[in-house]
């Protein structure tokens, strides 16, 4: 090899980096994204089972509870006669199909950390 | 191997270089499946809450005493309530209770599909179909007493002492199944 002679071994090895490179990074940017929109939806899903939980004791006991919602994100509760819901930024967790009507609650809406009572 | 000079590129190298594509690829692999085992963890423990909180629900509203014509209205055959007794896991088995609970009574959501047996009877709208194989499942069991009879402090007593024969509730199974 020359002085100064550039080797087709060496444009070929950069030329490979380069190609692997980017599809390394369209693939980390898609899982990046799965596992931050999985993150959010955990948390959202987290509080929604949380407050489910409170509500069905309430319903199978028929105690009164003062219950305070987590604050681990920020978030909004709402519940009616037939669904609960939690919704966190973009994300919205919803249980349908519920009957709720035997059971009292202090606030319908209400956010992540906020308390209310449940009773029947 | 002998190199000339200005070579770079090698048998080695090439070799090295697929070494280190396939143990990224291994990397990502395993961190791709560590994500869908916490996705599957998330929903065996939400339908286990959702199997659970049924259960309770079923055992807690026909309780021992109720009136079965006014489910919802205070019990006028229940001899420990005056004392300050709440007698729970209990089933008032008489015809016709049964019926007036479905699945959203039983808190149990649209997307979840169910099966709710007491006595080879099933409740309405968890009464028809079994899961697909692929199917996350969970199934829980509840023993407990039920009974459609006037209930005598010392008949609970002796059932939950086992001092002599019990022959005022019937021991039974209730077995929740829910899948999505």
Known sequence: MKKGQLSADLLLVILTAIIFLIVLQNYMEGFNAT??????????ETVLIDVYSAIGAVKAYGSTIYYTAPKNIECTITIDNTSISV?????????????????????????????????? | MKKEKGQIFSIDFLIAMVLAVLAIGLLL????????????????????????????????????????????????????????????????STPGVFDLLNKSKLMIPDVISCSVEYSGKKVNGCDVGNPAPSANVVVIERVFLA???????????NCIDSVSTCSTYSNNTLTVKVWK
């Not at chain 1, 596992?35 to 959202?44: F, I, K, L, M, R």
């Not at chain 2, 009974?147 to 007593?157: F, H, L, R, S």
């Open chain 1, 35 to 44: 596992v931050q929109g999985s993150a959010s939806t955990n948390d959202a």
């Open chain 1, 87 to 120: 919704t966190s930024g973009e994300e919205t967790k919803k249980f349908d199909g519920l009957n709720l009507s035997d059971v009292s609650i202090t606030k319908n809406n209400f956010l992540c950390g906020d308390s209310i009572t449940i009773s029947k």
């Open chain 2, 29 to 92: 692999n395993a961190y791709e499946l560590s994500v869908y085992e916490i996705k599957e963890a998330k929903t065996r423990n939400e339908l286990t809450v959702i199997a659970m909180n049924a259960g309770n629900i079923f055992i807690g509203t026909n309780q021992c005493g109720l009136d079965p014509s006014n489910p919802s209205g205070p019990p006028p055959k229940d001899p420990f309530k005056d004392q300050g007794y709440e007698i729970n896991g209990c089933f008032d």
């Open chain 2, 147 to 157: 009974t459609q009879n006037k209930i005598a402090k010392a008949d609970y007593e």
